[in-house]
């Protein structure tokens, strides 16, 4: 069987019309289908064409499309009373609320009402398609079909197949997004489908190191935006969704995956949701506001005055020390070449996945003299350094004075195995590799649903390219074995490509 999504008379029914609805039904008619919507809420419908019709005449103003297709695309959405009147319909999509028994009797209803050709599809955020779809005479026909809010600007659409859906039905809902002008990817039920699964990675390991005291939620944010390239820190994003999403969201994904511990909530997260601390909704969250909701974040303590004396770099990091160097001779540093620093020298290490503890005991140098250096990435716009638990305040100080010595600022956190960005980045990586180790999507579809589904710089295999694999699976596994938590545990997808040397995009044959 095979539907064919190009027919000039394609009808898709959309029940729900909220943000997620009026937005599918949006981008439906403006790839020049018919679309009926409807909504159990008197006068819903109308209120999400009228919103529509805005939203295009806005496009038209702007110039993106013409008057005519504007009016064009509105003229093709009807409103029908009951989702009963969509016996018609080749393709019926469900946006109503996230509850389990509701989405189930809507497509038990549905089956009797639509032809045995129609396809079935929910855009279910979290739940499973298989569970959805399980109690359905036909669940063949049933599928996910994910879009992301709001629906006209964000271009990704998961296409889920639960473990009873046929490959035709996947096909046409490939098709069907295309005909949309989205970008849509293709997986395997799972819980948090694709995209949900990798940001628990970002999120996550936020929450986790603001939890361990290794810093707080501004300079995780300053972190991740300037050094990991990200448009917005952990907790800005969090903000900006809300605890009350994305603390329900973290919580199904563990219990769907029997708990395991690359997705262990925070308790960070989890008292603040507890709390309705929840974010801009809320008017406070991991940040307060003012009148004009703006984040009240206190600015950055000017840098010490301090430099030190000499500076002597471990060299068992060959590329940290020669990256390291290179940037404090441009600082003016006087830099010590010896077999081993002198006795009152600044000690720096440049380690990858370890913290400054480890490198300081496994190298033999004194602690109290020593601060690590992320070297791994970019050290442009933003340096972050860590000390060990004893440290001297002086030569805390000299290290954090001399990397901001050009003006660059400078993150201190205390000592963790990974630093910031490593650690976070890592633990993408890392889920990335999970999602296609279990062939729930391809490599280069992951990267593409992260690239546009949550505004990544890379994707989890193009961060890994770019940073290195081998340096990836270094930094899950000193965390792994620092913390002695299988949270950390590198995937084995990682692990063995890892040690073949080649690219986590490497197909094979």
């Known amino acids: 069987m095979k539907l064919d999504i190009s027919r000039p008379d394609l009808t898709v029914g959309v029940i729900g019309t909220g943000a997620m609805g009026r937005g599918i039904a949006q981008v439906t008619a403006a790839g020049g289908m018919k679309v009926l919507m409807t909504d159990a809420r008197p006068g819903g419908a109308a209120e999400a064409k009228e919103f529509i019709g805005k939203m295009l005449d806005r496009a038209a103003e702007k110039g993106t499309i013409s008057k005519a297709e504007a009016k064009a695309s509105v003229d093709r959405i009807e409103i029908v009373d009951s989702h009963k009147q969509m016996g018609n319909c080749h393709v019926v999509i469900e946006a109503i609320i996230e509850n389990l028994e509701a989405k189930r009797a809507l497509f038990a209803e549905l089956e009797s009402i639509v032809t045995p050709e129609c396809i079935l599809v929910s855009n279910t955020s979290s739940m499973s398609v298989t569970t959805i779809g399980a109690k359905l005479k036909t669940p063949h026909r049933f599928a996910g079909f994910h879009f992301f809010n709001p629906v006209p600007l964000m271009k990704l659409v998961e296409v889920i197949s639960g473990l009873l859906t046929e490959s035709w039905v996947c096909d046409a809902l490939m098709d069907l997004g295309r005909r949309m002008t989205r970008e849509p990817v293709r997986l395997i039920d799972a819980p948090g489908f694709l995209v949900n699964q990798v940001g628990r990675g970002f999120t996550l390991e936020g929450s986790h190191l603001v939890h361990e005291g290794i810093s707080n939620f501004a300079d995780v944010d300053r972190v991740m935006r300037d050094v990991g390239g990200f448009r917005m820190g952990p907790f800005e994003l969090m903000e900006l969704t809300g605890l009350d999403v994305t603390q329900p969201a973290s919580a199904l994904i563990y219990n769907q995956f029997f708990q395991e511990p690359r997705y262990r909530p925070s308790l960070i997260m989890q008292e603040r949701y507890e709390a309705g601390v929840l974010g801009r909704k809320s008017k406070k969250g991991f940040y307060n506001y ?220």
């Open 290 to 509: 003012d009148a004009d909701m703006k984040a009240i974040v206190a600015p950055e303590a000017p840098a010490p005055k301090s430099r030190p004396d000499s500076v002597w770099i471990s060299p068992v990091e060959a590329e940290g020390h020669a990256k390291l160097s290179a940037l404090l001779s441009q600082l003016g540093a006087n830099l010590e070449t010896g077999k081993t620093p002198s006795a009152k020298a600044l000690i720096l290490v440049t380690p990858i996945g370890e913290d400054a503890t480890t490198a300081a005991t496994d190298q033999g140098l004194d602690p109290t003299r020593t601060m690590a250096v992320d070297t791994l990435f970019p050290m442009v716009k933003r340096r972050t350094i860590m000390s060990t638990p004893l440290t001297q305040a002086a030569y805390k100080e000299a290290a954090h004075g001399l990397l901001a010595s050009d003006g660059v600022p400078v993150t201190v956190c205390r000592d963790s195995p990974g630093f910031i960005a490593q650690r976070i980045v890592a633990m993408i990586v890392n889920i990335g590799c999970s999602i296609a180790q279990s062939r729930t999507a391809s490599p280069a579809d992951i990267d593409k649903a992260v690239t546009l589904g949550l505004n990544y710089p890379n994707g989890p295999f193009k961060f890994a390219d770019v940073l290195g694999v081998k340096n990836i699976y270094r930094i899950l596994s000193s965390m792994n074995k620092i913390y002695a938590d299988p949270r950390y545990r590198p995937n084995i997808w990682l692990t063995r490509r890892a040690k073949l040397g080649v690219s986590l995009l490497t197909p094979e044959p």
